[in-house]
């Protein structure tokens, strides 16, 4: 038990987003980003940051159109400050982008929807006490026109053996 003596204890800082829930719409999709939380991790008693604010949460899109499918490619979050700039991730930290790579997923007919668990950078300068404004979310999708045809076919059964 010795070597346990110098452990680490890490646990995890989550941070309340008000609201937690909204319907969002953007041209011929529509859904809701729900859950929303910032959680970051950090080493209990020295408050160093382990791991670096993420937000998590869930994802729900619906295809509205009666006639278009669409592929939807990517989603992007950006954070804004009170002066409507975009808030910048630390160096080393990537773009806040969803993709829809899971098979099938990626498509969605008319009325068809596709939930997704969001897990996103989240910048640290946005933890601050009034920094963060507004969360915008620029979705990227490619709509094309949706078709069902019937083809019957003329058949004949031959006797059974």
Request: overall charge negative; hydrophobic content about 40%.
């Amino acid at each position: 038990m010795a070597g346990l003596a110098g452990a680490s204890v890490i646990e995890d800082k989550t941070y309340a987003v008000t609201p937690a829930s909204m319907t969002v719409k953007c041209g011929i999709i529509t859904g809701e980003v729900s859950d929303l939380k910032v959680t970051e991790r950090i080493e209990k008693g020295s408050d160093r940051v382990v791991s670096p604010a993420k937000l998590t949460g869930m994802l729900r899109l619906e295809n509205s159109s009666a006639n278009r499918a669409v592929h939807l490619v990517e989603t992007k979050f950006l954070f804004i400050d009170a002066q409507g700039q975009p808030i910048k991730l630390e160096a080393a930290r990537t773009d806040s982008l969803v993709t829809f790579t899971t098979h099938g997923e990626e498509r969605l007919d008319p009325g068809q929807e596709s939930s997704q668990a969001l897990e996103v950078e989240f910048p640290v300068e946005a933890l601050k006490a009034n920094k963060l404004k507004e969360i915008r979310l620029e979705l990227s999708y490619i709509p094309s026109p949706f078709r069902e045809e019937t083809v019957n076919f003329v058949v004949s059964i031959g006797a059974g053996k």
